[in-house]
């Protein structure tokens, strides 16, 4: 590694800036890139700042640079993270059933991610096929080579860090799907749960599949039941968060369901924003307002279009346009941002409501 820079990549980095200073006004995410930079610059006067943090900090950025650039081509289409263990043979019930549940998602338009290693994740990368599929690996001293079913894809991201490839897990997320596995598995389906939970990620499906007569996930479960619930760990409601099968088609249903009048939801100041692909009645949202009042902080939920404040930027035009969420119709209310389970009750009963026709595409954000 060379020490010091040289003069000539000094002169080079002192163009790329004079001519990135005069663009930076013109940026559409001008204000966050000067952000990003001053906080560089700020640590650069720093002296507790060590070699081995600017190493760290250096390639996380790498690795989100990586992603950001694969993931950008993909963002209007849904997409399922699927965890489960690497040591599972191919002969296995559940490398088999997971290839089979590959097959069955993305033929309904949905795209996986795995962690681009064996087991399971090389059965979800054979189901779903190279082109419906991004692999999402890192190295480690054992099991860390990418399976031939996504070796090669220019959807395959090698990433340095845990943390930075588990970011983009479920920052791309639409829905999670587990299978049997080890520590990793445990680890990715609580971590999903526990930000879920918290508020942290949006809601999204979470589907926790065995193979037929399986008792991981139950026994998972009873854990559950016997150590979380009576100890007031977590609240009843919290089992609500995910759905325990044996059953694809079940499996299936539970993802495609979850988006069927349910899109998308933010916040915007102090209220949540859920979308919709298809309006409710007057008479619906009443039995929302009705059945759902104790999540809510005050005021009741009210049907709108969308709100000034979703609007991110202007220029060239706001992000909803370019989505193609500007028109759909919404749900605004206070919720209590603590009943998740109670939210994901209410999701459940949106979804539920009679005459809406089944959308056609659920795999499209």
Not at 49 to 73: C, G, P, T, Y
Not at 217 to 236: G, M, S, T, V
Not at 239 to 255: M, P, S, V, W
Request: with cysteine.
């Amino acid at each position: 590694m060379v020490s010091q820079l040289s003069s000539q990549a000094i002169q080079k980095l002192k163009n790329d800036f004079d001519h990135f200073l005069d663009r930076l006004p013109n940026l559409q995410n001008g204000p966050y890139i000067y952000e990003t930079l001053v906080t560089l610059l700020r640590m650069t006067e720093e002296d507790n700042i060590a070699r081995l943090d600017w190493k760290i900090l250096k390639s996380a950025l790498q690795d989100m640079e990586r992603a950001f650039q694969v993931f950008h081509n993909y963002r209007h289409v849904r997409k399922i993270a699927v965890f489960g263990s690497a040591r599972l043979p191919e002969d296995s019930d559940e490398y088999q059933m997971a290839a089979n549940f590959a097959r069955r998602i993305t033929a309904q338009g949905f795209m996986v991610m795995t962690g681009a290693g064996g087991g399971i994740m090389e059965a979800i990368n054979k189901g779903a096929g190279a082109e419906q599929s991004f692999g999402l690996n890192i190295q480690l001293p054992f099991e860390q080579n990418s399976n031939p079913f996504i070796e090669g894809d220019p959807k395959l991201i090698k990433f340095k860090y845990f943390f930075t490839r588990k970011l983009f897990f479920l920052r791309e997320a639409d829905a999670i799907a587990a299978f049997p596995g080890g520590f990793g598995t445990q680890d990715e389906a609580f971590e999903c749960l526990t930000l879920t939970q918290t508020g942290k990620s949006p809601p999204v499906p979470v589907v926790l599949i065995d193979k037929p007569g399986g008792t991981y996930w139950h026994a998972w479960d009873n854990y559950i039941q016997k150590e979380l619930l009576p100890r007031e760990l977590i609240d009843p409601e919290d089992r609500q968060l995910y759905t325990i099968t044996d059953d694809l088609q079940t499996g299936c249903e539970a993802i495609s369901e979850f988006y069927r009048v349910y899109h998308s939801s933010r916040y915007v100041g102090d209220r949540l924003v859920i979308r919709l692909n298809h309006d409710l009645t007057d008479a619906q949202v009443e039995t929302l307002n009705q059945t759902f009042r104790d999540i809510l902080l005050s005021g009741r939920i009210k049907k709108s279009s969308m709100l000034p404040g979703e609007i991110e930027h202007q220029q060239p035009q706001p992000q909803q346009v370019m989505d193609k969420t500007e028109q759909l119709p919404r749900l605004v209310f206070h919720f209590n941002q603590r009943d998740l389970g109670r939210l994901y009750q209410m999701i459940a009963t949106i979804n539920a409501m009679g005459g809406v026709p089944e959308l056609e595409h659920p795999e499209r954000k």
